[in-house]
C-alpha cells in the first residue's frame, strides 16, 4: 500500500479535528441520556433584532439635494412634527404653489363677477317678459277700441245710403255738398278701421314673438346663472393645486408619521383647508417615536437612490429567526425561545452552565409570536464553514420579554443593538412521545448553531 502524500495526510489530520467537536457532542447527549436524564431538546436558528414596526429607509428623489437636515446623527429623536429635512427642490415647489394660489383668487374673483352677471341677465330677462305681457294686454284693449272703429265705419256708411236715397228722391231735401260731405266721413271712418285692424293684427304677432323671445332669453338667463354657481376653472386649478402639494410634499423628508396640521405652514395650507376634527389628542396613544438607526446624507450632498436614513420605533424590539424547514414542526407559538449573542453584555450576556440543564445563563428571553408560511432561501449568512449552504428557512416572528426589573431591560438592551446577527434556542417539551421521535443530532445541531456577531 503506497503512503499518503504530505499535503494529502494534512488535510486528513484537519477533517479529524473538524469533526472532533461533533464527536465529543455526540458522546455527551449519549451519555445523558443513558443516565436518563430528561433534558429539553433545542432547535437552533439564526435571527436579527430588529424595531416591531421594522427599520424603516427614508428616501428622496435622486438627483435633488439636501439644504436643511434636522437630525445630524445616529440616535437622535425624530422631531415630533416628523420632519426631517428639506430638499433644494422646495423653493421652487414653494413658487409654483404660490403662484397657483394667486391664480385660484384671481379664478375667485372672476367667478364672482360672472355669478353678478348671470344674476343680472336673470333679472332683464325677466323684465323683458314683463313688457312683453304688458303689449299683449295693450293689445287686447286696443281690440274694444278696434270694434268701436268699426261701428263708427258702419253708421257713416249706413248715413250716406240713407242721404243718397234722400237726394235721389228729393233734390231739396238733401243737397250735394251735405252728400259728399257724408261720403268723405265714410270714406276717413274706413280708412281709419282698416289701419287700426292692419295695426293691431301686425302688433300682436309682434307681441307673440316677443313673448316667445322673452322666455328663451330667461330660459338661457337661468342656465348661465346655474353654470356660474360652479366654478369650473378654479376646480381646475385646485387640482393643479393639490399636485403641486404632492410635488413639494416629496421635496420634504419627512418620518412616516406627521400629527395633524404638521405640514401646514410648508406646504401654504390655510386654517380652512385643515380638518378640524383631526387633533393630536386623536392619536396621542399611537404616536410612534423614532430613532435615527443611521444617516448617510449631509447637508449640501446629493440625493442617490440609496436611503438618507433609517429610522425605527425601539420601544419595541423583537427578533426574526430563520428556522430551517425540517425543525419548523418543533415550534408553536407561545414557545419560550433564548436569544444569545457575544455582543449581549451584562445579565444578558452568556454565564456558566448549570450542571442541571446544561444550559448556559443570561441571554434575552422570548416567545414565538408567529410562524411564517413561506419557506425561502436564507437571508443571513452563516460563517461556519460546517454550516449547510442548500437549506431553506422559514421566518419566526418572537416577541421579547420586556423584564422590568432592576437595571437595563431587555428590550432597552436589544434597542442598541438593532440588526445583529444572533444564535435563537427553541425550547421544545421532551414528553414520552416526543422521546420516541428522532431528535436533532449533535452533529446537526454543532453544524446549524450560527456564529453571531462579535461586540
Known amino acids: 500500500m503506497n503512503s499518503l ?23 455527551l447527549i449519549t451519555s445523558s441520556k443513558e443516565e436518563g436524564e430528561t433534558l429539553p431538546r433545542r432547535v437552533y436558528s439564526m435571527g436579527r433584532l430588529e424595531p416591531a414596526s421594522g427599520v424603516i429607509n427614508i428616501r428622496a428623489t435622486p438627483g435633488d439635494r439636501l439644504v436643511e437636515l434636522r437630525v445630524l446623527s445616529a440616535g437622535d429623536i425624530v422631531p415630533s412634527d416628523g420632519i426631517l429635512g428639506l430638499l433644494s427642490s422646495y423653493e421652487m415647489g414653494k413658487a409654483q404653489l404660490s403662484a397657483l394660489l394667486e391664480k385660484k383668487k384671481l379664478a375667485a374673483q372672476k367667478h364672482y363677477q360672472q355669478k353678478q352677471l348671470a344674476k343680472a341677465q336673470v333679472a332683464q330677462a325677466i323684465a323683458s317678459q314683463a313688457q312683453t305681457k304688458a303689449r299683449q294686454t295693450e293689445l287686447a284693449l286696443q281690440a274694444g277700441k278696434l270694434d268701436a272703429l268699426s261701428v263708427a265705419r258702419d253708421l257713416a256708411e249706413s248715413e250716406f245710403v240713407r242721404l243718397k236715397k234722400l237726394r235721389s228722391s228729393d233734390l231739396d231735401l238733401v243737397t250735394q255738398h251735405q252728400l259728399d260731405k257724408q261720403k268723405n266721413r265714410m270714406e276717413l271712418a274706413s280708412q281709419d278701421y282698416t289701419i287700426a285692424s292692419e295695426s293691431h293684427k301686425s302688433a300682436t304677432v309682434a307681441a307673440e314673438l316677443a313673448v316667445l323671445a322673452a322666455n328663451a332669453n330667461l330660459s338661457v338667463a337661468e342656465i348661465t346663472r346655474k353654470q356660474a354657481t360652479t366654478n369650473f376653472e378654479e376646480f381646475v386649478i385646485q387640482q393643479e393645486i393639490k399636485v403641486a402639494r404632492e410635488a413639494l410634499k416629496r421635496s420634504i423628508l419627512l418620518a412616516p408619521y406627521q400629527p395633524p396640521n404638521a405640514l401646514q405652514k410648508l406646504l401654504l395650507l390655510e386654517d ?12 396621542l396613544d399611537d404616536t410612534p417615536q423614532y430613532t435615527v438607526l443611521s444617516v448617510a446624507l449631509h447637508q449640501g450632498e446629493v440625493v442617490t437612490p440609496a436611503a438618507v436614513m433609517q429610522l425605527g420605533d425601539l420601544r419595541e424590539m423583537v427578533c426574526i429567526a430563520e428556522v430551517y424547514e425540517a425543525d419548523v414542526q418543533e415550534l408553536y407559538e407561545g414557545q419560550a425561545v433564548t436569544i444569545r449573542s457575544p455582543a449581549f453584555s451584562g445579565k444578558f450576556a452568556d454565564g456558566k452552565i448549570d450542571p442541571k440543564t446544561k444550559r448556559h445563563s443570561g441571554g434575552i428571553q422570548g416567545h414565538v409570536k408567529s410562524i411564517g408560511k413561506m419557506v425561502a432561501p436564507p437571508g443571513l449568512s452563516n460563517r461556519n464553514p460546517l454550516a449547510p449552504t442548500d437549506r431553506s428557512v422559514v421566518e419566526v416572528l418572537i416577541t421579547i420579554d420586556d423584564n422590568s426589573g432592576d437595571g437595563e431591560t431587555a428590550i432597552q438592551h436589544a434597542a442598541e443593538k438593532v440588526s445583529l446577527k444572533v444564535t435563537v434556542e427553541f425550547e421544545v417539551a421532551s414528553d414520552a412521545k416526543e422521546k420516541n421521535k428522532p431528535s436533532q443530532s449533535a452533529e446537526a445541531a454543532e453544524q446549524e448553531k450560527p456564529e453571531t456577531d462579535n461586540p
Open 272 to 283: 380652512s383647508e385643515t380638518d378640524p376634527s383631526e387633533t393630536e389628542d386623536s392619536k
Open 5 to 27: 502524500p504530505g499535503h494529502r495526510l494534512r488535510g486528513v489530520w484537519i477533517l479529524v479535528v473538524a469533526l472532533l467537536p461533533t464527536a465529543i457532542g455526540c458522546e
